[in-house]
Nanobody
Framework: QVQLVESGGGSVQAGGSLRLSCAAS????????MGWFRQAPGKEREGVAA????????YYADSVKGRFTISHDNAENTLYLQMNSRKPEDTAMYYC???????????????????WGTGTQVTVVS
């Protein structure tokens, strides 16, 4: 059974940094499209970043380009999201997602992902 468990959320000052982790179990993350999504209260879920673990191609939403970095460690079976230069508008519940695929869509659509974690809350205070 595929399980994704996010961790690393919390409260951070604007401008600060935070790293989220997503530990996968029940499968190995090689050759999967894995992504991070976020949802703020009253807003739709937004694709933040995605990575194809089979080749390393990465994709980012315009709102986070240059500030967030997605990466993975196949040996640890873990996905990461390094978030720098945080802004108050980054406040949201962040979710990890995965789908067995031969690549990722650059659009980072939630409908492309089969497996989901339960989320970790990130709050940015100004």
């Amino acid at each position: 059974q595929v399980q994704l468990v996010e961790s690393g959320g919390g409260s951070v000052q604007a401008g600060g940094s935070l790293r989220l982790s997503c530990a996968a179990s029940g499968y190995t993350i090689s050759n999967y499209c894995m992504g991070w999504f976020r949802q703020a209260p009253g807003k739709e879920r937004e694709g933040v970043a995605a990575i194809y673990t089979g080749g390393g191609s990465t994709y980012y939403a315009d709102s986070v380009k240059g500030r967030f970095t997605i990466s993975h460690d196949n040996a640890e079976n873990t996905l990461y999201l390094q978030m720098n230069s945080r802004k108050p508008e980054d406040t949201a519940m962040y979710y990890c997602a995965a789908d067995r695929a031969s690549g990722c869509s650059g659009d980072i659509r939630d409908t492309d992902f089969t497996y989901w974690g339960t989320g970790t809350q990130v709050t940015v205070v100004s």
